[in-house]
C-alpha cells in the first residue's frame, strides 16, 4: 500500500504486522485490532494517528521514539503496554476515550502532553506520566481502581487531578513526587483518609483533618 501524497500530507492504512510503513508518511489511520510491538519505533514523520473502535491493543514500544508525533485517536482502544508513545516529545493530545489499562512507562517523556482525559481507566502502572512537563490537568472516572509507583513523576506543571479516590487505590508515596504545582483534587467519589495522605499535598490534608 503506498502513501497517498498531497501538500506535503501522506495518508497511510495501517492494517498489520505484516505492513512496511513508509518513511514519508505523516498521518496513518489503523485498521488492525492489534498495533505489534515497535510497529512505529523512531518513525520520523508521523503527525497523527487515527484509529477506529476495532483497534483495542497497542503492544510494546509501538510508537516509542515518534518525534513529530502530535496526535493520537483511538477510540476503541483498551490496553495500552509498555512505552507504547515513550519518548514521543511532540505528542500533545491523546483521545483515547475507552482505554483501561496504562502499562508502565507508557507516556513516559512526553513533554509536550498538556493534558489527560480517560473516563474508562482502571490501572495506571508505575511511571506511566513520569516526566510528562507540561501536563498539566488529568482527569479519571469512576472506574479508576489503581495508580502505581511513580505514575506522575515530575509532572511538574501538573495543577489539578481528578480521580476517585478510594481505600487501596494509591499505596506508594512517590506517585506524585516532584509534582510541585499539583493544588486541586477533585473528587469523583468519596475520599479515604488513608489514600488523600499519600497525594503528599499538606496544606489539603490539614483542611479535611479541620
Not at 508513545?85 to 496504562?102: H, M, P, R, S
Request: hydrophobic content about 40%.
Amino acid at each position: 500500500m503506498a502513501a497517498e501524497e498531497g501538500d506535503n500530507i501522506r495518508w497511510y492504512d495501517y492494517t498489520g504486522a505484516d505492513d512496511e510503513v513508509p518513511d514519508d508518511a505523516t498521518h496513518v489511520t489503523v485498521s488492525a485490532r492489534v498495533i505489534p510491538e515497535e510497529a512505529f519505533l523512531g518513525h520520523p514523520n508521523i503527525i497523527e494517528v487515527i484509529g477506529d473502535e476495532n483497534g483495542k491493543k497497542v503492544e510494546e514500544g509501538a510508537f516509542n521514539c515518534c518525534p513529530s508525533l502530535r496526535r493520537v485517536i483511538m477510540p476503541g482502544v483498551e490496553i495500552v503496554e509498555r512505552g507504547a508513545f515513550q519518548w514521543c516529545g511532540a505528542l500533545t493530545d491523546v483521545e483515547c476515550g475507552k482505554l483501561e489499562i496504562i502499562r508502565e512507562g507508557a507516556f513516559h517523556y512526553c513533554p509536550s502532553l498538556r493534558s489527560i482525559d480517560l473516563p474508562s481507566a482502571r490501572i495506571v502502572d508505575g511511571n506511566a506520566f513520569n516526566d510528562c512537563t507540561a501536563l498539566a490537568d488529568a482527569k479519571f472516572g469512576s472506574k479508576l481502581e489503581t495508580i502505581e509507583e511513580m505514575a506522575f513523576c515530575y509532572c511538574t506543571s501538573l495543577a489539578r487531578i481528578t480521580i476517585p479516590l478510594k481505600d487501596g487505590m494509591i499505596n506508594e508515596d512517590d506517585i506524585f513526587q516532584g509534582c510541585y504545582n499539583l493544588k486541586h483534587v477533585d473528587l469523583v467519589e468519596g475520599a479515604v483518609h488513608e489514600t488523600i495522605a499519600a497525594l503528599q499535598l499538606e496544606e489539603w490534608r490539614n483542611d479535611m483533618n479541620d
